[in-house]
């Protein structure tokens, strides 16, 4: 018993800390990557080639002032926002599968808690948004709700799809159910899926194409223009954490986990980094190239678009089942 | 020019005189019946001055009598005409009809002249400052005005900007106040706090 | 100070009340191209109601005229619209020069017109890159900012400053072009007609782009004119009015360039306008460059042009020192004469019409100078085209007005 919670604590201090490289990489990935993508370099001062800027930015932000306004309705919200942000965004961690014998927690209803932790993120924003007590925070806020309530229903119902051909909810599971599966991993069979997944998770971490809540030219930062500082650095944190959680379960339900063509003796989790490296890379690349939706144009995507394909996905999936 | 026949012909006696200047003709009108004479202009079937390019006054402070000229610079799109009307305001009654039915341009024109000369223009909308502060005393743009402002004449929001700045010069990085500030001037004025204090949304 | 705004609650049911909510996007916001200040009262997301309040860049520019000689006044214009400051400039050198009745030499009207059109490719860049940005492509934003970093290279070398260039005179131009300037607005005009699709494959034809801009801030034909609106935003609604060909200065006549115009009305229309006037203006700095190796050798100012700031290589007059409490009164320098008159002048600035009404009373210092500014006019029709619409759009529609609040405020 107190093997296994010793176990279980070693494991998630090992993917939490792996995790918050992962994501502070990310962020000087990011800055690198659509720098050069718009002809000219990111960062490239700070330690060689930029790459300790992800340290400079964590202690500047660190090192601030600590500010809060005075007409904030309730200090204690205000200061508990971001923490609900980041702990939905993190917990999520805990069932997902790196390689076949490393998960922290190998729960049987592994999807539904990852469901659960993403609609309990919409409450750190929606605290913010009111807790900030300015028009601009409360509009933004008042919209990433609303927007985060929508995708997550396209999410849910792209997912359907993949539990009905795996036939359980556990993601090990899943995994070893796309290995077996001729197509070895499900972005094939289950294609409007995939599409419909992608969209959705975009749309959750509010990035662009559909970061109008938060997009500096019209309503400068919206839920989080009140934050300064550690607590700002704590929302950015978990917005880049719930962008590394939806590209891990992509990565596990669709592209086929810690599966690849020939095996690396060694470095169990090669294939899965790969994996995941390129939707980062796909997350960041769509955020350089395209435009910003218009909020109800984004509100009528969600609802009049995704979710009938993932209707459609869920009938075309089980009519293969029966059939084939 | 057929725009200045026509106008001879049908607005006589509000003519004052006309003339050219720099291959422009210009008429001088009595301000009585400019709303009449710049909708005939702006509807008459061979004239058709659709384009206001410009609304403004000049100042001819101890130059000539009736001190303001209302100026309005006119263009025909279709005909490529050009017309320059100028009526005479008087300094004791600076009072002229709006033009905002005509042309809606006017709306932003005239609340300058306003702001700038202090004619007031009969049947606006919405006139009020413009371009300096709501409670500025005064018309800037009148020859009397000074180009600079004695300090006993400063505005009052600046004043009570440099006030406070000076009062929460203690608390900046290095000291940009000469000479110290005392104890009890560091404390805010007491009414000041009441009204920040509360407002649930009510700051934007 | 101001007095605090009062909400008055509307009554909709018998213990139901509504009220308005106003929202600033207040002087200082990264999308408002400047200090403007727009009151909202929105009802949901759509805007009832807008009152846009200006102000916060009034520097005073034409009281400050009024006590400076005419040479002088000229380096306040440039400041107008920072952006194209070269056709301020031109705009006021050719009012004044319609005033007193002064003949340009040739040489000096072909290289007006370039670094006019030089100053229209430069701000519509600009335009492009805020536009693009505001609604979200971050990209567009860079890749124009590369293309005007040339052409503000080219200008740093032709007057020594890259933004606001204090380069015509009344009479001509300050110095002529040398032979390597020419050869870089060679490569410039060859170069600049294949960036142009890279800025346009991101947003063309890209859905996101379209649903933004199309449908969005229509006005038709008429309603523009009576707003005043000019320039590419009144080109956008169907109206073919163009000073270069409606009222031709400078050397426009003998050129051969076409009008953009669109038919629909919106945000998308202008846009494309400005897109074609992008590829127009590089055609005519292409006549021009040929124009100007046909008059080689000729000056590039009048003969009898004003003394105050003078062209290279002339002596200069003493002039007494500025009097230590009256600031910028210069009283007795020799000054051009003005005859007395007035005069209306407007070009096509990049915005729009900029016109400029001088008024003399033949002493050495303007008696009125009135900059009628295209940002100005644009802003007070931001009510007609914006209401009944969503927040959002208000951005797309500031964007393609095209807005700069430095002469709009004067």
Known sequence: MLKYIGLSLFKSLVLVGITLLHVAYTTYAERKIIGHMQQRLGPNRVGPRGLLQPIADVLKLITKEDIIPSCVDSPGVFKLAPFISLVAGATSLAVIPIWENFVVTNVNMALLVVLAMSSLSSFGVILAGWASNSRYSFLGGLRASAQVISYEIAMALALVGVIMLAGSMNL???????????????????????FVFMVAAIAETNRTPFDLPEAESELVAGYFVEYSGIRFALFYLAEYFGMIVMCMLAVVCFLGGWYGPFEIPGVPMFWFLVKLYFLIFFYIWVRATLPRYRYDQLMGLGWKVLIPLALLNIVITGLIKVLV | MLALEKLQEKFPEEIIETGESAGQTYVVVK??????????????????????????????????????????????????????????????????????????VANWFEREVYDMFGIVFDGHPDLRRLLMPEDWEGFPLRKDYPLFLSPEKEWQGLVELKEKARRLAPFDWYQRVPGEVKEEEMKEPEEEKVAEGEGHGASA | MAQALEIVPKQIDSDQWDEPYYVNMGPQHPATHGVLRIFLELDGETIVRCDPRIGYLHRGVEKLSENLTYSQAMVLTDRLDYIASAANNVGYCLAVEELMGLEVPRRAQIIRVIVCEMARIASHLLWLATHALDIGAMTVFLYCFRDREWLLDIFEEICGARLTVSYPRIGGVRLDFNQHIIDELYRFTEEFPRRIPEYETLIDVNRIWLKRTKGVGVISGEEAVNLGLTGPSLRGSGVRYDLRRSRPYLIYDELDFEVAVEYEGDVYSRYRV???????????????????????????????APDLLIPF????????????????????????????????????????????????????????????????????????LSEGQMVADIIAVIGSVDIVLGECDR
């Open chain 1, 172 to 194: 090990i599971e899943i995994v070893k159910a796309q290995i077996e599966s001729p197509f070895k991993i499900y972005a094939i069979p289950q294609i409007i899926g995939f």
């Open chain 2, 31 to 104: 301000r009585e019946k400019i709303f009449d004479i710049l909708k005939f202009l702006h509807e008459s079937g061979e004239l058709l001055f659709d384009h206001l390019a410009d609304l403004t006054a000049v100042d001819w402070h101890k130059k000539k009598t009736p001190r303001f000229e209302v100026v309005y610079n006119l263009y025909s799109i279709r005909y490529k005409q050009f017309l320059r009307i100028k009526a005479q305001v008087p300094e004791e009654d600076p009072i002229i009809t709006s033009v905002t039915p005509i042309w809606k």
């Open chain 3, 274 to 304: 400005r897109m074609k006037e992008m590829r127009e203006a590089n055609k005519i700095i292409r006549q021009c460059l040929d124009k100007l190796a046909e008059c080689e050798g000729e000056p590039t100012v009048a003969e009898n």
């Open chain 3, 313 to 384: 290589g002339k002596p200069k007059r003493p002039q007494p020192a500025p009097h230590p409490k009256k600031g910028f009164l210069v009283k007795s320098v020799e000054v051009p004469i003005v005859p007395e008159g007035e005069v209306y002048f407007a070009i096509e600035a990049p915005k729009g019409e900029l016109g400029y009404y001088i008024v003399s009373d033949g002493s050495g210092h303007p008696w009125r100078v009135r900059i009628r500014a295209p940002s100005f006019v644009h802003i007070s029709a931001l009510p007609a």
